[in-house]
T-cell receptor, first 111, second 113 residues
Framework: AQTVTQSQPEMSVQEAETVTLSCTYDTSESNYYLFWYKQPPSRQMILVIRQEAYKQQNATENRFSVNFQKAAKSFSLKISDSQLGDTAMYFCAFNNNDMRFGAGTRLTVKP | DSGVTQTPKHLITATGQRVTLRCSPRSGDLSVYWYQQSLDQGLQFLIQYYNGEERAKGNILERFSAQQFPDLHSELNLSSLELGDSALYFC????????????FGPGTRLTVL
């Protein structure tokens, strides 16, 4: 069964600095999608970034980028120039026709 | 705004009661997913419908049921409610039935007293 592990339950970062959230997954499949979702205090689930496994190039969305290491089954999220509005729970997710979520990392951005 | 709508936003009810949560997917999306998130917990997948047919089932209790209508909106029915059913219930939608991006609605916060 596919599993998603986020080993950092909580993290904090100073405003304007860079932070990296870790995610590993376990699968025997070769074709899948990976996602990072953000859940701010409003509890809305917001898609941050998506990576298709067949793409070698790491996805980027403005200040958000990923480091996708397929062989290592690792998918970390880097947030550059952290802003107070980035304070949220971040969920890593794996989809191979069956979406699996990690337990989440609670990120606090400090002024 | 993801384009997925859910009603109501909040629901307060008593134990033993029955409620219906409603979801409208993004325009063009054929799949609807239901998730449950208890306080400070991760997301638990409940059930998926694709173009009106049940496609996948997760940890859904027998007291819960869902359906997807011809206009593709979906309803999640929760009956014989217990205190432990208090949670945030999310609906998500995607274009295809599996390998795809899921977009989430704002959720319905259910409180069972």
């Amino acid at each position: 069964a596919q599993t998603v592990t986020q080993s950092q339950p909580e993290m904090s970062v100073q405003e304007a600095e860079t932070v990296t959230l870790s995610c590993t997954y376990d699968t025997s499949e070769s074709n899948y999608y990976l996602f990072w979702y953000k859940q701010p205090p409003s509890r809305q689930m917001i898609l941050v970034i998506r990576q298709e496994a067949y793409k070698q190039q790491n996805a980027t969305e403005n200040r958000f980028s990923v480091n996708f290491q397929k062989a290592a089954k690792s998918f970390s999220l880097k947030i550059s120039d952290s802003q107070l509005g980035d304070t949220a729970m971040y969920f890593c997710a794996f989809n191979n026709n069956d979406m699996r979520f990690g337990a989440g990392t609670r990120l606090t951005v400090k002024p | 705004d993801s384009g997925v709508t859910q009603t109501p936003k909040h629901l307060i009810t008593a134990t033993g009661q029955r409620v219906t949560l409603r979801c409208s997917p993004r325009s063009g999306d054929l799949s609807v997913y239901w998730y449950q998130q208890s306080l400070d917990q991760g997301l638990q997948f409940l059930i998926q419908y694709y173009n009106g047919e049940e496609r996948a089932k997760g940890n859904i209790l027998e007291r819960f049921s869902a359906q997807q209508f011809p206009d593709l909106h979906s309803e999640l029915n929760l009956s014989s409610l217990e205190l432990g059913d208090s949670a945030l219930y999310f609906c998500a939608s995607s274009v295809s039935r599996g390998l795809d991006t899921q977009y989430f609605g704002p959720g319905t916060r259910l409180t069972v007293l």
